[in-house]
């Protein structure tokens, strides 16, 4: 039976494990066809849902209402349904409608007999729409907040319903999802956690401690946005200073708060130990986390981050949030240390604590490795969604 994946963006760098648990699923024998709502960055990589002449949506309009007229009007009630108030919602879920009319015909034309879903937002509701005209299975895996704030939380239970089952990527999101739902629909929650690729990765510092005469390398990687909490990280390392110790800090990624974090970066004096990259290739940035000698993590709320995975699997001792799906990873004093969420002083004591505490270094990189290596691999993540995909699990 062929597979379809289908995300909003399948090239986009924060979708990288999407297209890895796809290779994976690959190399397991499974036939997949990969779709994308966006333009693909690589021909060949995905099939793009926009981008097309008109010709080819108005062909996908006009064959399914000849041909499936039922099912034709059935996905446009079922898009005037599924979505939030208002007049742009409502647009939307005509542009929506369209979309789904183009992949559904893709579907039939390919034979594609189950169709899944990464992340529950917009790109899921065309997959749901499209799985409905189609007449085939559909499925979704959830990761973090963002499925569950608004707007997207609005329309999660109609989805969980009508998904033949639910991947979780932690016990922290099928929480979240159990709790939209009547309890007859948690049996089809699972957990399947994102899976990496060990060898793909840098390799990883042996002997991070012994450099004892060089400041501590720091590393946070994420979307310099409210919610990733670089604001208090920044007050937690103005007052490390305070207390005289020494380190530098590589931050790298984008978004709306870049400017405010660099502005307060000067205003606290940190401006000569940070280094801000702004976003980088997935290869650049794993290249970044290999030369540090800790990541810390400062979010207010996460789901649970792959880079945190990447991180441990690099033997990188990490400084984390104890917020949402962290936890299940990063086991206090054993995988890495946590801190409690907002709480900038307790960041401060934790970075500190580890900054002067070298030989922890060792003991908790090559533990944060052994937890990846045992439940965080993607070969092993793509048998487990392999048997759901396939009605065997």
């Not at 995300?7 to 760098?13: E, G, I, K, L």
């Not at 004096?269 to 400062?298: N, Q």
């Not at 001792?317 to 709480?343: K, M």
Request: glycine fraction near 8%; proline fraction near 5%.
């Amino acid at each position: 039976m062929k597979i379809a994946y289908l995300v909003s963006d399948y090239s986009a760098p924060s979708h990288t494990f999407v297209r890895r648990e796809v290779a994976a699923l690959r190399l397991r024998g499974v036939e997949i066809a990969a779709f994308s709502v966006q333009p693909v960055a690589r021909e060949g990589e995905a099939e793009s849902l926009l981008g097309r002449p008109l010709l080819a949506y108005f062909a996908a309009i006009c064959v399914i209402l000849a041909t499936r007229p039922g099912r034709f009007l059935s996905t446009w009630r079922l898009a005037l349904r599924h979505r939030v108030g208002g007049l742009r919602a409502l647009l939307w879920s005509q542009f929506h409608f369209v979309e789904a009319l183009l992949l559904a015909r893709r579907l039939r034309a390919e034979r594609v007999g189950h169709l899944h879903n990464h992340f529950a937002n917009s790109g899921a509701t065309v997959g749901m729409l499209a799985a409905h005209c189609a007449n085939v299975p559909w499925s979704l895996t959830l990761h973090g907040i963002s499925e569950t704030d608004p707007p997207a939380g609005a329309l999660l239970a109609g989805k969980i319903e009508r998904a033949r089952f639910v991947a979780c990527a932690s016990y922290f999101m099928q929480a979240q999802a159990m709790r939209l739902v009547n309890p007859a629909q948690w049996a089809k929650m699972h957990i399947i956690r994102c899976g990496i690729d060990l060898a793909a990765l840098p390799k990883a510092q042996k002997v991070r401690s012994a450099r004892a005469s060089t400041p501590p390398r720091l590393v946070s990687v994420g979307r310099l946005s409210p919610e990733k909490g670089y604001a208090g990280l920044l007050s937690a390392l103005a007052a490390l200073v305070a207390e005289g110790r020494d380190f530098s800090l590589t931050v790298v990624g984008g978004g709306p708060a870049a400017d405010a974090v660099r502005e307060q970066a000067a205003t606290l004096g940190l401006a000569e130990k940070i280094e801000f990259t702004g976003p980088l290739p997935e290869r650049s940035t794993l290249a970044r986390m290999a030369e540090a000698d800790i990541f810390v993590l400062p979010s207010l709320m996460e789901g649970l981050p792959v880079v945190l995975i990447e991180a441990l699997a690099l033997q990188l001792p990490v400084v984390a949030s104890r917020v949402a799906g962290i936890p299940e990873l990063v086991e206090d004093d054993v995988t890495g240390r946590l801190f409690t969420a907002s709480d900038w002083d307790d960041l401060k004591r934790a970075l500190g604590a580890l900054i002067d505490d070298r030989k922890a270094w060792i003991r908790l990189g090559e533990a944060g490795r052994r937890r990846v290596a045992d439940d965080y691999q993607a070969h092993s993540a793509a048998a487990r969604m392999s048997r759901l995909l396939t009605g065997l699990g």
